[in-house]
């Protein structure tokens, strides 16, 4: 078995720890004996073929940077919703959430998105800054992470990624953070998260795999002690 990771953009989304993103997940897999294939595609590469990809990676970067690559995006929406509609697997983390929607405004103009996320992202008035703690919406567990944004993202009927215990979420409002919709998993949390959250990381293989391997049904277990330690210090640090 093999799973081909699509790191998307890494010369421009490269502010927030991504790269770990991408070798959390080979590392789970070659622990399991499963191939990983990674292709960093940067804006010097031309247009991306999803065609044989199980994991596209999109992380976060300055404001230029995240309009260039949603103008990249742009050009590619049908591609990328046939990809999406496929049942294939894209993990967006911090502006890579909002650049998935239908829109983003940024301080100076509106760039439109892909609309891939049936989401959209405004100038908010408060800075949300610090660690986040969630109860997960899809596994048994919680996730943890850290946020630093302004903007409110309206996610109107998608499903949550968790429930916001602890930081601002999707817009400091109504206790959401992220979101799942078939099998995009996206959140503001920053790219270096799947350290640190090990059931996160190993959903999102499970439904790559799944998705190729007819036959495949679920990864076998690791020891992570050392992964839930870096989980649990935060949970309880926010515990009352």
Known sequence: MKVKIMHLYPDLLNLY????????????LQRRGIDAEVEAHTSENGTPDFADVD??????GGDREEKTVMNLLLKQKDELKAYVDSEKVIFATCG??????KYCTFSDE???????????????????TGDVVLDSNIFDGKIVGFENRSGKTNTG???????????????????TEGVVYKNVIATHLHGALLPKNPKLCDYILEKALQRKYMEFAKLAPLSDELENEANDFIVKRYEK
Not at 110 to 128: N, Q, S
Not at 157 to 175: Q, Y
Request: proline share 5%; glycine share 20%; hydrophobic share 30%.
């Open 157 to 175: 009927s998608l499903t949550p990624l968790g429930k916001v215990l602890t930081g601002g979420g999707n817009n400091c409002e109504d206790f």
């Open 110 to 128: 509106t760039v439109e998105g892909p609309g891939v996320l049936d989401i959209y992202t405004e100038p908010g008035t408060k800075r949300m």
């Open 55 to 60: 994991i596209i990676v999109l992380g976060g």
């Open 17 to 28: 720890g991504d790269k770990a993103t991408v070798r959390s997940l080979c590392h789970r």
């Open 96 to 101: 890579g959430m909002d650049m998935l929607g």
